[in-house]
T-cell receptor, first 114, second 115 residues
Framework: EAGVTQSPTHLIKTRGQQATLRCSPI?????VYWYQQALGLGLQFLLW???????NRGNFPPRFSGRQFPNYSSELNVNALELEDSALYLC?????????????FGPGTRLTVL | AQSVTQLGSHVSVSEGALVLLRCNYS??????LFWYVQYPNQGLQLLLK??????LVKGINGFEAEFKKSETSFHLTKPSAHMSDAAEYFC?????????????FGRGTSLIVHP
């Protein structure tokens, strides 16, 4: 069974540009979570998509947005990039959005903003 | 609201020594607790989780953790460290507050293993 995949692996942008990150969940998983992992800050919850709908979002500005496609893959868009957006962005999928279920993480996309 | 505190951003042990990584949580309802490991340039991988039942939970790679409600703790231990255990470890808590199932992660503890 293929795991969660993310693309690209690395992304370098300049301030003010837009970044698009992609995630494919494990087959059969309908929920996708996005996290930002900045140095020393642990994982900060960004967005949760389930069955094509945005179910919850973390404490991030509106320039962080995304969507989930009918095949349950997901896209994270970051507009008007700022230097502090440099981080590892992790995607996780889950079969059922229950508290006891396990999240399966992808390897992440390393975003560098210059 | 739920929160997680991991004591010590770095823990250094010698190979063969006991590993103890500390995690304390706060939750207004009975929590579900998780430990994840992140190896360099990889995503997170589940080590173990506590949901209900036995408070001592065994995970992969010889790790275990004990849920202590009175101490609001979920410390991770391993009797004998191996060089391959060097990684970042994250504790997470999840509950059903407000109908959301969003886990909260600690800031992580970097485990350093010396030969």
């Amino acid at each position: 069974e293929a795991g969660v995949t993310q693309s690209p692996t690395h992304l370098i942008k300049t301030r003010g540009q837009q970044a698009t990150l992609r995630c494919s969940p494990i087959s059969g998983h309908t929920s996708v979570y996005w996290y930002q992992q900045a140095l020393g800050l642990g994982l900060q919850f960004l967005l949760w998509y389930d069955e094509g709908e945005e179910r919850n979002r973390g404490n991030f500005p509106p320039r962080f947005s995304g969507r989930q496609f009918p095949n349950y893959s997901s896209e994270l868009n970051v507009n008007a990039l700022e230097l502090e957006d440099s981080a590892l962005y992790l995607c996780a999928s889950i079969r059922y959005p229950l508290s006891t279920d396990t999240q399966y993480f992808g390897p992440g996309t390393r975003l560098t903003v210059l | 609201a739920q929160s997680v505190t991991q004591l010590g951003s770095h823990v250094s042990v010698s190979e063969g020594a006991l590993v103890l990584l500390r995690c304390n949580y706060s939750s207004s309802v009975p929590p579900y607790l998780f430990w994840y490991v992140q190896y360099p340039n990889q995503g997170l991988q589940l080590l173990l989780k506590y949901t209900t039942g036995a408070t001592l939970v065994k995970g992969i790679n010889g790790f275990e953790a004990e849920f202590k409600k009175s101490e609001t703790s979920f410390h991770l231990t391993k009797p004998s460290a191996h060089m391959s255990d060097a990684a970042e470890y994250f504790c997470a808590v999840s509950d059903q507050t407000g109908g959301s199932y969003i886990p909260t992660f600690g800031r992580g503890t970097s485990l350093i293993v010396h030969p």
